[in-house]
């Protein structure tokens, strides 16, 4: 199998936090420690979310706060939440969990 584009997998990775974010994971460092990906790179990518149209907004405090889908815009979120492990593997995070 080839190696994914840098495109897509960004996209997935936008995906996969969304979806995360969505599921309670909603901090920095609960979606560092979900994925193991670094902190400029989850924060990176929940600033790329708006690029897809997912609006996020941070709810709370600064050290006690989390971020919040408002909206999905075009992203079907129960096609991300079937196909979540593919996208985990794709981007060579883990499954389990």
Request: no cysteine.
């Amino acid at each position: 199998m080839s190696k994914p584009s840098k495109t897509k997998t960004s996209f997935y990775r936008r995906l996969l936090v969304a979806h995360l974010i969505d599921n309670g994971v909603n901090t920095v460092p609960a979606i560092m420690s979900e994925t193991g990906m670094p902190r400029r790179t989850a924060q990176d990518t929940i600033e790329a979310l708006g690029e897809l149209d997912i609006e996020t907004e941070f709810v709370g405090a600064n050290k006690n706060g989390g971020y919040e889908i408002k909206d999905w815009g075009a992203i079907n979120r129960t096609w991300v939440k079937k196909h979540l492990d593919e996208l985990k593997a794709l981007l060579e995070y883990p499954t389990s969990g």
